[in-house]
């Protein structure tokens, strides 16, 4: 029996115009948008769609969105200079650097540049801090994102074995941290898990993964993870966006994979659309943040 499809596409519509409503809400009380200000740096295809996305996104939600290009000889230098003067431009609510950077630019430097108010991406030490600490200001979009789909479609994580098969700032590290908490934004019930964190070095992955009642697959290689490694049954989230000869394909042979999970996302599809939403729910966050910091 096929495993039912965690529908993120689906979920991400619900959740956009639940945040339409906050915002237009927002715009009555304040007389103005929320601003979101992406830096997009050179001409890589997949940035340049990822940032299509997010502006699309933005339109449909009321939140302005503003595109900074710079070219992709830019220097570290050049765009810390960009991010000082978003910084300091009080209309600018949130501020995204479209990662990756050129292999010139050091990303951390950047991204510890940005003013943690106007951090939506979480990406800031101060933020990683606060969610380590279960007190977050933000939360990053594609753990968030994960979380609110698992919580939509009925499926809680307290006292659930998880395993999270990778370890980037951006998803591996925050899910894991996030998902041992003895509380979330979404109740205890969306947190409470006992958290397993496997990357390259694991030995003997296919025995932890096959115990996880949720495995959450972030590792950037395609069809990495098989049915072998699947328990039966389980929640199978697949972060992977991986392009192939074949079209996109994610970090979990889908097509095997369903046939012994009890729930699986796809892609594309499944997490994609939700990382864009919770970044809109972010900027409206920062804005309400940055609002009450001068009243």
Do not use: W
Request: charged share 20%; proline share 6%; glycine share 8%.
């Amino acid at each position: 029996m096929s495993a039912k499809l965690l529908d993120g596409k689906g979920i991400s519509k619900e959740i956009q115009k639940e945040t339409k409503v906050k915002v237009e809400q927002f715009i009555a009380d304040h007389g103005e948008s929320p601003v979101l200000a992406a830096v997009l740096v050179g001409d890589d295809p997949a940035s340049q769609v990822y940032v299509r996305n997010k502006e699309r996104a933005c339109a449909r939600a009321g939140i302005e969105s503003q595109l900074h290009r710079l070219p992709a000889t830019s220097t570290t230098e050049d765009i810390l200079a960009k991010v000082v003067e978003l910084n300091e431009d009080s209309q600018v609510n949130g501020i995204l650097v479209q990662l990756p950077l050129p292999d010139q630019a050091d990303s951390r430097v950047i991204l510890d540049a940005i003013d943690p108010q106007k951090d939506v991406d979480a990406f800031h030490p101060h933020n990683v801090g606060l969610i380590s600490q279960g007190r977050p200001q933000f939360l990053p979009c594609t753990p968030h994102g994960i979380v609110q789909m698992l919580k939509r479609c009925g499926i809680e994580t307290t006292g659930k074995s998880v395993c999270v098969i990778g370890r980037s700032d951006i998803v591996g590290k925050p899910m894991a941290m996030m998902l041992g908490q003895k509380d979330s934004d979404l109740g205890p019930e969306m947190a409470n898990a006992t958290v397993t964190l496997c990357h390259s070095r694991t030995q003997n992955l296919a025995s932890i993964t096959q115990q996880a009642d949720i495995l959450i697959a972030a590792i950037g290689r395609p069809n990495f993870v098989t049915p072998d490694m699947i328990k039966p049954g389980a929640v199978v989230v697949d972060v992977g966006i991986n392009r192939t000869e074949q079209g996109l394909v994610g970090d979990v042979d889908f097509d095997s994979g369903k046939e012994v999970a009890g729930f699986i996302t796809p892609v594309p599809g499944g997490v994609g659309p939700l990382t864009v939403t919770m970044l809109l729910e972010n900027t409206l966050m920062a804005a309400i943040i940055q609002i009450k910091s001068i009243a």
